[in-house]
């Protein structure tokens, strides 16, 4: 029996096959570039200017995706507040939503801080609704869309929540922990229903570079790298983080013009957080350059905002103070010191494209030379970028390797299938009668049917090794038959 297991066994070594990003001065662009909009009329003023490529619109706002192809990719945010009466119902607006946005939308996010009261109609924050409603949203857009971009809806950083509502634990029921929201989102299986998870990194009263463990419920910038570490721990670590709003909230007192009946509140609740003007141009664009630096695994971020500079100006409304332009009575407004550093900022945008992995990174298969017999493995080309590639699969040569040396034998894998679309399993087959002990090698190559797929070709070394008797000690303690 300890035999049969031993030849069974396939050892699966690595993670998915992707190069280890080297120093700073080397590391590929891989950000996105891209600041909220409120009304597309005012994209062709306010954005050219600033030399992004990504502009995020919102179904709140505009109702429907752009008419025409602009010139910026865009994230297109579908409005959900909360669980839809009739989910199917709903799933077939954000279907026609895709049809219409096809062609002139690259992304879609679904949903706004789905883990606040506010923006979950009201009802308490509840992840696994969520998940109801970011399952249905990605298989409709999918269906019509394949290579568009589904990105989970941003999470607000709400802090350490106490108290449990409803059964979930950091739940008050207005707030959801946002740390502990996201991880029963990968526990429920979310990982299946987004291309890129949504986050909201804003810097509160912090510098973008401030260690998110020194300061308060992890109100910093960098708190982001906690949501990137909860990918990690739930096998999800390859997906992008995009932070869909950013910022800092610029000090109103320096331009004045707020209501005076609601001041006091107002003050109550943001006062904390409010930075000079000067301040907020510098983070903002040192946020930048630190995720550049430091974050391989960001993908698009966008400035919360560009233009709600004049929105609800007879409140006391905070989204205007973290608006680049100031409200002077114009429909444009006038640029803040933030927006003229965005202009003059140095930008490397990302790759917005397929870039492949290969998991696992190799196969090894062992064998008793006196019980040979047939071993398969399994290998996945994926997709850890954007859009869709197909893939093609062929073995490369390999060796015979012995004490003195190499010779001109090699095994030679059978291959299920050799091309398919990516997540799409490779079966590899290797059978191991009349081979004589020793290791032998192959190569599998697997790569894109298309140029602009980023590391492609990807290798999997094969390796089947036959020994003379397969005694225990080959075998990990799961499948040693005696103590």
Request: one cysteine or more; proline letters at 7%.
């Amino acid at each position: 029996m300890c035999a049969v297991a031993a030849a069974a066994l396939v050892t699966v070594t690595g993670r998915p096959g992707i190069a280890v990003l080297p120093a700073h001065a080397e590391i590929p662009p891989h950000l996105g570039y891209g600041i909220n909009v409120r009304q597309e009329s005012r994209i062709d003023p306010l954005v050219a200017p600033l030399g992004f490529e990504w502009v995020k619109l919102w179904e709140e706002y505009e109702d429907d995706p752009p008419v025409e192809r602009l010139p910026y990719k865009v994230l297109f945010a579908i409005e959900c507040d909360g669980m839809p009466a009739d989910l199917d119902q709903w799933g077939d607006h954000v279907e026609e939503t895709a049809r219409a946005g096809l062609g002139f939308v690259e992304a879609y996010e679904i949903g706004n801080e789905p883990n606040v009261e506010r923006f979950w109609g009201g009802a308490s924050p509840a992840p696994d609704q969520y998940v109801e409603v970011l399952k249905v949203a990605y298989e409709r857009i999918k269906a019509v869309d394949p290579a568009a971009t589904v990105v989970s809806g941003g999470l607000a950083p709400v802090g350490r929540i106490e108290g449990t509502c409803n059964g979930w634990n950091g739940n008050d029921c207005h707030a959801m922990d946002e740390r502990e929201f996201a991880r029963q989102m990968f526990l429920l299986g979310a990982g299946d229903y987004f291309d890129a998870f949504g986050y909201h990194p804003y810097g509160f009263a912090y510098a973008p570079e401030t260690d998110p463990e020194s300061v308060s419920n992890g109100f910093a910038f960098r708190g982001v790298e906690v949501m990137h570490d909860l990918l990690e721990q739930h096998n999800l670590g390859h997906k992008p983080v995009w932070a869909t709003e950013f910022n800092w909230l610029r000090d109103w007192t320096e331009e004045g013009g707020m209501p005076s009946d609601c001041r006091s509140d107002y003050e109550a609740d943001f006062s904390w957080m409010e930075v000079p003007e000067v301040q907020q141009a510098g983070y903002i664009t040192r946020a930048f350059q630190y995720a550049d630096e430091n974050w391989p695994w960001m993908g698009a971020m966008f400035v919360w905002n560009l233009d709600w500079h004049n929105y609800h100006t007879g409140h006391c409304e905070a989204a205007r103070y973290f608006s680049v332009r100031k409200n002077d009575g114009t429909d444009l407004g006038a640029p803040t010191l933030a927006y003229d550093a965005l202009v003059a900022m140095e930008k490397r945008p990302g790759h917005f494209g397929p870039r492949m992995a290969v998991t696992p990174s190799a196969l090894t298969f062992l064998a008793d030379v006196r019980e040979p017999g047939t071993f398969t493995g399994v290998v996945v080309p994926l997709n850890t970028g954007y859009r869709v590639f197909t893939w093609t699969a062929m073995v490369a040569a390999g060796m015979q390797v012995t004490g003195t040396g190499t010779v001109g034998v090699q095994v030679t894998p059978t291959l299920a299938i050799t091309t398919g679309l990516q997540g799409m399993p490779l079966t590899v087959t290797v059978d191991s009668t009349g081979y004589t002990t020793g290791t032998f090698t192959a190569i599998i190559s697997v790569t894109a049917t298309t140029t602009d797929v980023l590391d492609a070709p990807q290798t999997v070394p094969v390796t089947l090794r036959v020994v003379p008797e397969v005694y225990r000690a080959y075998l990990p303690v799961a499948l040693r038959c005696e103590p």
